[in-house]
């Protein structure tokens, strides 16, 4: 990523001044910076920060990134140690939206990532598109997706 380019996380920040500093020093100080770290990380495919930034009791032992393309994340309720999000996703030629209420606990001075309550939904065609271009997905993402496929 280039300094100029807006955060993955969807804050509005570029990604240099955003997660790319909570990343690279594990540096998350609300449950929140953690989240949208998260995010950046699976966007990025940073698979080493978010198995360092689970909690140990609940970290799977065979954890591996999938082929996802993640298309957003927005945060609907954030509080001391929960996060409410979507984020929309590809999975193949199916876009697809992740609504999970997440639990996170802060140990020695870190943020991790516990466990959460999740609901994948296919996205349909004639819905807003998550980007938030204003246009029907069946004429953005879901367009832009099947001509990279």
């Excluded at 909690?55 to 993640?70: A, E, I, K, M, V």
């Excluded at 999975?91 to 999970?100: C, D, Q, V, Y």
Aim: hydrophobic share 35%.
């Amino acid at each position: 990523m280039t300094k100029l380019e807006a955060c993955p996380c969807g804050s509005n920040k570029a990604f240099t001044s955003c997660c790319q500093p909570i990343i690279a020093n594990d540096s998350a100080t609300t449950a929140e910076q953690l989240m949208r770290s998260r995010y950046s990380a699976f966007v990025l495919g940073n698979a080493g920060y978010l198995l360092k930034t689970w909690h140990p009791d609940t970290c799977p032992h065979d954890f591996q990134l999938g082929q996802s393309r993640w298309l957003g994340l927005k945060i609907l309720h954030a509080d001391s140690n929960t996060v409410t999000f979507t984020a929309a996703f590809h999975a193949g030629n199916k876009g697809m939206i992740l609504k999970e209420t997440s639990r996170f606990v802060c140990m020695d001075k870190h943020w991790r990532y516990v466990d959460g309550d999740c609901e994948v939904t296919p996205i349909k065609r004639n819905d807003l598109c998550f980007c938030g271009s204003s246009i029907k997905y069946k004429n953005c993402c879901a367009k832009r997706n099947s001509s990279e496929a």
